[in-house]
């Protein structure tokens, strides 16, 4: 069972920035495709970047694109997503998925509020 942390959130102005943090408690994340996921008060859960287990390979949510940036560090055995020019409309919980053939597992997700 692999049981995911996520860290990072927290309030932060229209156009700051947050460094959220993807890692493991007693296990690796190597071989495992990462995504991060955000959930908007009274929405469905939508993603919004995610990345190969390589780190190859990534993809974002339009609404995302060109603002944030997702990362990993395997040495760190941390997966990053670095956003930017933040919008109030980016206020939702975070969490980060991980997926490895047919099994997937979720973190608690962190909040992020976007407010002035």
């Known amino acids: 069972q692999l049981q995911l942390v996520e860290s990072g959130g927290g309030l932060v102005q229209p156009g700051g920035s947050l460094r959220l943090s993807c890692g493991t408690s007693?296990?690796?994340?190597?071989?495992?495709?990462i995504a991060w996921f955000r959930q908007a008060p009274g929405k469905e859960r939508e993603p919004v970047a995610c990345?190969?287990?390589?780190?190859?390979?990534?993809n974002y949510a339009d609404s995302v694109k060109g603002r944030f940036t997702i990362s990993r560090d395997t040495v760190k055995n941390t997966v990053y997503l670095q956003m930017n020019s933040l919008k109030p409309e980016d206020t939702a919980v975070y969490y980060c998925?991980?997926?490895?053939?047919?099994?997937?597992?979720w973190g608690q997700g962190t909040q992020v509020t976007v407010s002035s």
């Open positions: 990345i190969s287990s390589s780190g190859a390979s990534t």
């Open positions: 998925k991980a997926r490895l053939l047919f099994n997937a597992y």
């Open positions: 007693g296990s690796t994340l190597d071989g495992y495709g």
